[in-house]
């Protein structure tokens, strides 16, 4: 049997109707039989202070917590002014300290996007990658899930509907487990 990986998959924007959280529901439909998601939304996540970073609300402790035990991380980032939102970033600075004790460390990642422009959220997504650098987070490269012109893509239920980037978000999945085993077996 195939080795079971445990997936936390989170959207970068709070919107009801977000396309990018309709990037996470379609992972969900489409992932393989030994990939095991749990949605978190970024929703109640306050803004980062660092005096209290040692002692965080009880979200940002749920929120690491769940990190922790999951074997990769799934995200989906809107871009927002040729950028990262600031929900999500917040997210990861809140994560990522304190430095001691981050669980992002090491933590295979794969990235998505949507945006209702022709780029598909292509430039918040290389920026993510910069901060995964610092983090030494593990990405995987490819492939690159961008959905561009998302209104038309996805349906008044948030279903993605173009069947592409639902086989590419399969595809991405399959990559991501892989990678994780990879580097469980094998940690860089
Ligand atoms: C503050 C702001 C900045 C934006 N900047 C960009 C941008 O740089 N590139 C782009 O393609 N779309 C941009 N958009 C449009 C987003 O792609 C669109 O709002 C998208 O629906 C956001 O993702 P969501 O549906 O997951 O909330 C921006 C939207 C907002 C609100």
Not at 23 to 41: G, K, T
Not at 97 to 122: H, N, Y
Not at 135 to 151: C, G, K, T, Y
Request: a positive charge; aromatic letters at 8%; glycine letters at 6%.
């Amino acid at each position: 049997m195939e080795k079971q990986i445990k997936v936390l998959a989170f959207a970068g924007s709070l919107r009801k109707g977000s396309y990018n959280k309709a990037l996470v529901r379609a992972a969900v439909e489409v992932a393989p039989e030994n990939v095991l998601i749990e949605v978190f939304d970024l929703e109640g996540i306050s803004p980062f202070n660092q005096d209290f970073e040692g002692n965080p609300p009880q979200r940002v402790v749920e929120f690491k917590e769940k990190i922790r035990n999951a074997d990769a991380l799934l995200i989906a980032t809107p871009e927002y002014n040729y950028s990262v939102p600031g929900v999500l970033k917040n997210a990861i600075d809140w994560a990522s300290r304190p430095r001691a004790d981050t669980p992002l460390e090491g933590k295979p990642v794969a990235i998505m996007s949507a945006s209702t422009g022709r780029f598909g959220g292509a430039r918040a997504q290389y920026h993510l990658r910069q901060t995964f650098i610092f983090l030494n987070m593990q990405p995987v490269n490819r492939p690159e899930v961008m959905l561009s012109d998302a209104p038309h893509n996805v349906d008044a239920n948030g279903n993605v509907t173009n069947e592409q980037t639902r086989q590419l978000i399969r595809q991405l999945l399959e990559a991501l487990a892989a990678w994780a085993i990879r580097l469980k077996e094998k940690p860089q």
